[in-house]
T-cell receptor, first 111, second 114 residues
Framework: GEDVEQSLFLSVREGDSSVINCTYT??????LYWYKQEPGAGLQLLTY?????DMKQDQRLTVLLNKKDKHLSLRIADTQTGDSAIYFC???????????FGKGITLSVRP | DTAVSQTPKYLVTQMGNDKSIKCEQN?????MYWYKQDSKKFLKIMFS???????INETVPNRFSPKSPDKAHLNLHINSLELGDSAVYFC?????????????FGPGTRLTVL
């Protein structure tokens, strides 16, 4: 299977919270990342978490890391229409520390 | 100022042609990367250069040849373009290689091969 897995689509109402999930197979990553890709644009680093942390909060973003289950999640509080984008989780996997991306989840925020 | 820039943003060309995509970073980083994003948005690393030396080459056809004239530039030359090469190509850079470091991405180059 894939090294990093994500579900494909999430639709939420404006103002609600969004939770985007990711699972990974290789636990050797030192950092795990969340990237955002708006339509027709490049990848923007949103936040990252060090592998010895369980949680990191950054304004409206909360990252949770469950190392036992190899599960990473991104919670976006008070989701706005500008949050509509594709979100990728990524980890550094393998001997060369290659950045390996999940397939991405499309977040759609409806008014 | 753009940290990681790529040119061109869009590239439309015929099968069999040779084309180049350029990447420049002004962050003073040592390591640069090329990624390919396919039509299903799946991102995969192609190459990594550290201090102008090739570090990662991920089973990419040898029609793809990266060239790093200096630490700030990593260009991607593609020979004999094929339909399957159509994708968005992203350049990225990070401060160092071998040390976990955040990668910063360029805006991407959308290549369409007709």
């Amino acid at each position: 299977g894939e090294d990093v897995e994500q579900s494909l689509f999430l639709s939420v109402r404006e103002g609600d919270s969004s939770v985007i999930n990711c699972t990974y197979t290789d636990s050797s990553s030192t950092y795990l990342y969340w990237y955002k890709q708006e339509p027709g644009a490049g990848l923007q680093l949103l936040t990252y978490i060090f592998s010895n942390m369980d949680m990191k909060q950054d304004q409206r973003l909360t990252v949770l890391l469950n190392k036992k289950d190899k599960h990473l999640s991104l919670r976006i509080a008070d989701t706005q229409t500008g949050d509509s984008a594709i979100y990728f989780c990524a980890g550094e996997l393998g001997a060369n520390s290659k950045l390996t991306f999940g397939k991405g989840i499309t977040l759609s925020v409806r008014p | 100022d753009t940290a990681v820039s790529q040119t061109p943003k869009y590239l439309v060309t015929q099968m069999g042609n040779d084309k180049s995509i350029k990447c420049e970073q002004n962050l003073g980083h040592d390591t640069m990367y090329w990624y390919k994003q396919d039509s299903k948005k799946f991102l995969k690393i192609m190459f990594s250069y550290n201090n102008k030396e090739l570090i990662i080459n991920e089973t990419v056809p040898n029609r793809f040849s990266p060239k790093s004239p200096d630490k700030a530039h990593l260009n991607l030359h593609i020979n004999s373009l094929e339909l399957g090469d159509s994708a968005v190509y992203f350049c990225a850079s990070s401060r160092q290689y071998g040390v976990t470091d955040t990668q910063y991405f360029g805006p991407g180059t959308r290549l369409t091969v007709l």
